[in-house]
């Protein structure tokens, strides 16, 4: 009896075969990979032709565009195979539902944490995010993962369902704006107005500073020293490793001109 109320139900909710178009499911599949994947292809291989403060703008919207592709085929496909009437969609999508919930809860937890990724954007494509301990450039925004490439060229796919237990820390948040700071420990016998302004001018002589933006020198006495922090921004936040390297280097050719001796323990103190 039980079986038989199953079969009717399915009946009901199903069309006949001879009612379903499979063919034309068939292309609107096909044609909605091919368009997801030349989305994907495309948008960032022009956002990175344009200038920075363009490419920031852009690069969002490839996630967004695959989102309404994804939106259409399963708007098109699903009535193909159903008759879409209220009560049948809810049925199909809660049997769905509870499917996904009981058979691939982490997977299912990661695709829906990809839709509020999109809302509440806690990163976008193109922004330097930081989620455990994987720093890098977000590239792409795919259905469960985010494409992390880092530094050292490494492709990281995290997650999405990390942005429910794990804080995500974004450097730009959608701007191109994005602060560099370049650590500088000094013994601390030194003249600290002299070692300020020093700092500051290396930063405004660099080819990769962002002249629209604050230069800021701040330091804090330490049990070994003095620990110097100069901030400022680059350009183009993809030149943030080669700004800190310029910093790094040119301040710490200034700082031996003007006689001031490192920090030899600040190795063994935690970062600040």
Known sequence: M???????EATRILREWSEIRLFEAAVVLA?????????KWTVPRFADRLPYRFRIWVLPWE???????LL?????????????????????????????????????????????????????TGDWVQIEGAYGEVRS??????????????????PH???????????????????CVADF????????????????????????????????????EKPWGTHYRLKAYPFDGRYQFQFITDLTLRGKAALRRLGVEFGATALAQPSD
Do not use: C
């Open 31 to 39: 044609a909605g990979f091919v368009l997801s994947t030349a989305i």
């Open 185 to 220: 420990y000094l013994h601390p016998d030194h003249v600290g107005r002299e070692v300020q302004q020093k700092l500051y001018d290396v930063a405004l002589v660099s080819p990769y500073l962002h002249v629209d933006k604050p230069v800021l020198v701040v330091a804090a």
């Open 72 to 124: 259409f085929v399963l708007t098109y496909v699903v009535p193909l195979f159903i008759h879409p009437t209220p009560e049948n969609l809810l049925a199909i999508f809660g049997a769905l539902a509870v499917a996904l919930g009981f058979a691939f809860k982490d997977y299912a937890g990661s695709l829906i944490a990809g839709v509020v990724a999109l809302y509440e954007r806690p990163y976008r």
């Open 2 to 8: 039980q079986v038989a109320n199953v079969a009717d």
């Open 63 to 69: 996630p967004i565009l695959r989102f309404l592709v």
């Open 161 to 179: 369902g990390k942005i429910w237990t794990t804080a995500i820390y974004n450097n730009n948040s959608g701007h191109r704006e994005l602060m």
């Open 141 to 158: 925004l795919d259905l469960r993962t985010v494409q992390i490439l880092t530094p050292d060229d490494t492709m990281v796919a995290v």
